[in-house]
Nanobody, 123 residues
């Protein structure tokens, strides 16, 4: 079992920045691909970014590419999401997720989820 706890959400103005963190516990963190997903009010949860176990492979949704950066520190069992140039449409609950690595990181099939952290971007 993997336990995930997100932090760092809050209120930001359009054009501003926030940094989300996700602390993992329970299993060997470096064996897991890590992902960030989000769910806006009235919408389905969607993929944001994923990072492979070593940190060398990353994928981003088109909507956040070049604005968001996913990274990880395996020594601290933590994955981060740096969000720059925020837009009101980035407003959502952001979830951290984990899946045991089997190769290149993928954008679905994550069995472990955190409780989410709210990000609100005002115009």
């Amino acid at each position: 079992q993997v336990r995930l706890v997100e932090s760092g959400g809050g209120l930001a103005q359009a054009g501003g920045s926030l940094r989300l963190s996700c602390a993992a516990s329970g299993r060997t963190f470096s064996n897991y691909d890590m992902g960030w997903f989000r769910q806006a009010p009235g919408k389905e949860r969607e993929f944001v970014a994923v990072i492979g176990w070593s940190g060398s492979s990353r994928r981003y949704a088109d909507a956040v590419n070049s604005r968001f950066t996913i990274s990880r520190d395996n020594a601290k069992n933590t994955v981060y999401l740096q969000m720059n140039s925020l837009k009101p449409e980035d407003t959502a609950i952001y979830y951290c997720a984990a899946r045991q690595s089997t190769g290149a990181p993928i954008t679905s099939g994550y069995p472990y989820w955190g409780q989410g952290t709210q990000v609100t971007v005002s115009s």
